[in-house]
């Protein structure tokens, strides 16, 4: 019953330095998403992928890239890290786009010095 | 623009007494809401929804909503609030229409805690 996976858990970046965030579900779901949290803003879309081989912007996009590698795997990259993207990450997966219940992973907790 | 509030930032209650987190919504067409939970150091979980037909929705852990179109609200409730129900609740609504369609937007969330 692993769900959803992200790894890793915990990351700390300098300024400038790139880093692939990893995601994985085994529940054969369509979709998949990744959000980020911060205090008081609740969670904001960065991108997501409705089915393998498609990828969209969502509410925060700049700064970040995605590749939906499989229908399992979607992960998130930072190509150039900046104190602004100190957040925790989280992956989410559904059956299919809209009106279904996301299921979540446990997050990525990075800082960027 | 489509958005979800949740107007308190913190609600605090007495562990056995009556909970409400509030939640209102502004969306296009028949809304579809909701309730989410996250406990420390953990992702969302889910906890109900309200598509159509009753107005009282019913989920996990005792909890239930209320959904209220003349209000444009949708308040997560708990007859008896237990202190292992503190945790961070978010509201959530599907955007409708333009290219995010389906995709959750999320209120700020709102901390609940209850005390023994």
């Known amino acids: 019953n692993a769900g959803v996976t992200q790894t890793p858990k915990f990351q700390v970046l300098k300024t400038g330095q790139s880093m692939t965030l990893q995601c994985a579900q085994d529940?054969?779901?369509?979709?998949m998403y990744w959000y980020r949290q911060d205090p008081g803003m609740g969670l904001r879309l960065i991108y997501y992928?409705?089915?393998?081989?498609?990828?969209d912007k969502g509410e925060v996009p700049n700064g970040y890239n995605v590749s939906r590698l499989n229908k399992r795997e979607f992960s998130l990259r930072l190509e150039s890290a900046a104190p602004s993207q100190t957040s925790v990450y989280f992956c989410?997966?559904?059956?299919?786009?809209?009106?279904?219940?996301?299921?979540f992973g446990s997050g990525t907790q990075l800082s960027v010095l | 623009a489509q958005s979800v509030a949740q107007p308190e930032d913190q609600v605090n209650v007495a562990e056995g007494n009556p909970l409400t987190v509030k939640c209102t919504y502004s969306?296009?067409?028949?809304?579809?809401l909701f309730w989410y939970v996250q406990y420390p150091n953990r992702g969302l979980q889910f906890l109900l929804k309200?598509?159509?037909?009753?107005?009282l929705v019913k989920g996990s852990y005792g909890f239930e909503a209320e959904f209220n179109k003349s209000q444009t609200s949708f308040h997560l409730k708990k007859p008896s609030a237990l202190v292992s129900d503190s945790a961070l609740y978010f509201c959530a609504a599907p955007i409708r229409g333009g290219g995010s369609q389906g995709n959750l937007i999320f209120g700020k969330g709102t901390k609940l805690s209850v005390k023994p």
């Open positions: 309200y598509i159509t037909g009753d107005n």
């Open positions: 529940m054969n779901h369509n979709s």
């Open positions: 992928s409705a089915s393998e081989g498609t990828t």
């Open positions: 989410a997966s559904s059956t299919i786009p809209t009106n279904e219940k996301l299921f």
């Open positions: 969306v296009s067409g028949n809304p579809y």
